[in-house]
C-alpha cells in the first residue's frame, strides 16, 4: 500500500472507532435492560443492513463507467461536507464552545429514557443507535475505499469494530477513557486533506493543482491540523465566561 | 430520511462554505490554477474560524 493509502485505512480505522465507541455505549444501555442476547442481536441487524449497504454501494460505484477524475472529484465535495463538519464540531470543542461528548452522560440519559420503555423499544433504541453511527462509517468506507481499495476501507473498519467491541467487552462500561474530541479533529484534518486534493485536483487537473503529487496530502494535513488548533485557542481565548453551546 | 441527509451534507452553513469554496477555487483555477487549492484550503479554514467563534 502507499502512504495515502495507509494515510486513508488510519482515517477510516480511526473515524469508525470513534462512531462504534458511541454505539458501544447505546447497546451497553440496551444490553442492562434488555439481556446481552437481544441488545447483541439489534447490533447485529443494524451492521449486517450497514455491511450490505457498503457491498452495493461499493459494487454500483466500481461498475460505474463514469470518468474516473469526475468520481474523484465528487467524492472530493462529500469529504470536503463531511470533513468541515467534523473539523468545526471539534475546534468549537477544544475552544470549549460546545461541551465534550461524555459518553457517561450518554449512558445515563439512554439508560433513563429506556426505563420507560419496553423491551422491544429497547431493541429498536439499539438498532437504530448502530445504524445511525454505522452510516457515518459507510459513507467514509464508500468515499475512501473507491480510491484507495474497498477491501483495505472496509477491514479497517472491521478492525475498528473488533477493536472496540474487544476492550468494551472487557471493561463492561462506556468507553468514556477514549479522548473522541481529539480522534475527531485528527480524523477531520485527514478527511479535509483527501477531500481537498481530490476536490480541487478534479476541477484542475492534479499534476496541476498539486505538482507535489501525494506529499501534499501530507502538507495538507499539516496545515488543517496547525489552523485548528490556532482557532481553537483564539476562540477559547475570546469565549465568555460560562458560555458553552448547545450539545450535539 | 433527514437525519441521513444531515449526516452526508450538514447543516446549511457547511453547504455553502464548501460551495463558496469550490467555486472560488475553480475561478481561480482559470487564470492561476496552481494557486486554486491554497485558496480552497484558506476559506475552508476560514469557514471553520467564522463558525468556531
Redesign the interface.
Known sequence: MSAAQWGGASAIFLASAVEWVEAFTIVLAVALTIGWRRATGAAAAALALIAILVAVTGAGLEAAEADIDLIRAAIG??L???G??W??KA??RF?G?TPLHDEALEFAQTREHLEQSEGRAAWVIAFKGVL?EG??VW?LVVALGHALSYAAAAGSALASLVAVIGVGFALQAPLTRVPENSLKFLVSCAI?SFG??W??GG???EQ????LGDV?LLL?FA??AV??RV??R??RA?RPDGALGVRT | MRKVLQLIFGDPRNVTSVALALLAAYGLSRVAPAASGALLVLILIAAAAIQAF
Open positions: 465535495v462529500f470536503l461536507l463531511f468541515l463538519r473539523y468545526v475546534v468549537r475552544a464552545r445511525l452510516l457515518e459513507l479535509l481537498s486534493f476536490a480541487v476541477i484542475v487537473g496541476v493543482a498539486w505538482p501534499t495538507l496545515a488543517y489552523a485548528g482557532v481553537a483564539a476562540a475570546s
